[in-house]
């Protein structure tokens, strides 16, 4: 069996009090906070090398970490080991008969899967082994309903795009502890449309990159649609022809590249039965490119659209349907926009790419694609302090792993999200 040392977990009565020990006296640096709702612990991870630090607080007094300092007081608490294969290792260890806590793996912190062995079997120390979460996105549809409204996270499938250009002028020592890079330098991205559901009808908020890209752009990109958006219809009951309304934040490839679809050598509307609603000064933009954003904006992804009579023109912000309005963001385009989705009280926001993953929500983490970074910078710092005061879900259109979590604010100032869906 191969194992690396992935962790040494630490039970500590207050995790904000052991940080001012391990960030400020050591002064190492800490990862966003993460709940591990199954184990009823906070975990806090500090990077020292290749593994990492994990100070554990409980959050109920019958949890595992409460037990064992009220028995023994803080300390290490466990080693975790990480394998490959973690049904193959426990079946080496019980073919040996050595003493397991779980004879099966079961959900730990990151998507990971655990199993602990007995700390009698290690000589006195409890050993946990941990098969990391797969690398691709996570592509499940989730649902949830939101005041009148029910909303989807769809997917159509993922990509990857550079790192540096993800994260602008942020030095890479810095992103990448939470955004991976691969042997290309590139990041792992989702891409998920918005399905709302109210009683005016069905609209999607972008639709994706759909089939269109040559094979040389989609290795470049990584492009992975094994599974892509009619999966993901069809998991929500749903086909093509459901679609209503298909609205774009702005006319990116990643964004609405999937609006159309080629059909022999024609190209037509993706959804037939839609309405596509789209901000006249973006196709302004997005039909006169220029050398910085020409990459980015194909013609064939909208251009189709006209030609069919199915685009309706809208100027400003607006609301475009009860319960769904847009905001001009500017920013990453000059005519991006975001989705307010507005129900029962409750605020959701499609954030589209001011806020692209759950690792940008520093205010000046700003990508380096966007055009006018700060005009994003302006926009995304009154948006995340109103998000946090005011509880918005904000939806993320290309978290690989976060569909959708409140951002919340630690004493010490860090922002994390509290993920939802
Ligand atoms: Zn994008």
New binding site residues.
Partial sequence: MKAVLDHIGIAVQDVEAALAFYCDALGLEVEAPEDVVTQRVRARHIPVGGPKLELLEATAPDSAIAKYIEKRGPGIHHITLRVEDIRAALDHLKARGVRLVDSEPRPGAEHAQVAFIHPSAAHGVLVELKQPAAQGPLLDVKRLGFGDLQLTMLHDGGFKLDGGAMFGVVPRPLWETLAPADDRHRIQLAMRPLLVEAEWGRMIVDCGVGDKMPAKQADIYALARERHLDHALAEAGLTSASIEFALATHL?F??FGGATMREGAALKPRFPNAQYLIRSAEWEDATHPHERNRASYLQDDFLPLKDAGVVRFFEGDMTVKPGVRVERSGGHTGQHQVVFIESGGKTAVYV??MI?TTAHLQDPWVMGYDLFPMDTLAFKRRLIREAIDREYLILF??DPRVSAGYIRENARGQRFVEQVL
């Fill in positions: 990116h990643d964004h589209a790419d692209p259109e290309h």
